[in-house]
């Protein structure tokens, strides 16, 4: 058994013992199931912390710890091993590069799950889950693309390749690039702007320029919208973030500012009875409230009143709705009282000799 033993020790393959073979084999073993259990104890503690706590950080690193798949513990304990090998310089370069980019990887992956899951959260705190889910996609997408850059860069540097030359060309390119793609910047930036300012979200109707529609996806470079015909819209971010926008479903009531006008022949008694009129055909309607009824101004051929009516809805028909009930009522109304509705007449005097 000795001999036996002896001879695998001392047996020789491309430089390395038995000997070596085995410590490799004990050693990787040895940090594969060292770090599933530093995984298992460190989920477990984060588990009891979490059951004390009322917010949802210990939460996300649980989540975070959980992803990390077996693959990651083979190649850091690969690595861990082969120095204890004799490895040719391409083996262990190879190895090497595995070992960087799959902590690099595994870097990039926790922090842009973190950094989603932080903004999503932040942004349902205004229960806007497609706001959020819109605003994490395109930060999402950012992210990635500035991590990875800079994680090749610390790959290549570890790999003992120069950087340097390859950053100051990256700048000089990155400064032509950022030129030629002037516009599509500007429509990126303003797309920051929109999900994190906050003028309007998924789901609004909103009015921008002359041009109206329901907001159905806030892209990174553009906007939809699908107008009251049905039609698509499609808007750069950065001419809405140039133009005057009205969003209609931050509407809390409407007004409606009009006016009427009555002949001249209408009595004293009939005008000062007509704001009381108004005020009663506006107090039946439930969700309307009359701000103000005056008699304004003498116009050409009428006796002109302006009316101003708070009407407590969002939905634009049923602001139209309550508006025609009253105006029907008025009509209704002023035909009892006797009060003639003024249009364009002109009264022609013949003098006789």
Known sequence: MGEILNKILNFNLYGNSGQNYLTFLVIFLACWLGLAVVKKIILVRLNKIAKKTKNNYDDTLIDIVGKIKPLFYFI???????????????????????????????????????????????????????????TVKTLNTFIQIILWSFGLLLILANMGINITSLIAGLGIGGVAIALALQSILADIFSSFSILIDKPFKVGDFIKAGTDMGTVEKIGIKTTRLRTL????????????????????????????????GVIYETSRSQLENIPKIIASIVAKQEKANLDRCHFKSYGDFSLNFEVSIYIDVKNYNDFLDILEAINLDIFSDFKKQGISFAYPTQLHYQKTV
Not at 77 to 82: P, W
Not at 246 to 253: G, V
């Open 76 to 134: 850091i304990s690969l690595y861990i091993a082969s120095n204890f090998l004799n490895l040719n310089n391409f083996l262990s370069k190879t190895i090497f590069f595995f070992f960087i980019f799959v902590l690099v990887y595994e870097g990039i992956k926790a922090f842009s799950y973190l950094v989603k899951i932080l903004v999503y959260k932040a942004m349902k705190k205004n229960g806007d889950d497609a706001q959020a889910e819109s």
């Open 229 to 260: 015909d049905g039609q698509l819209l499609i808007v750069s971010n950065q001419e809405l973030t140039k133009t005057r926008v009205e969003n209609f479903q931050q509407l809390h009531r409407r007004r409606a500012l009009f006016n009427l």
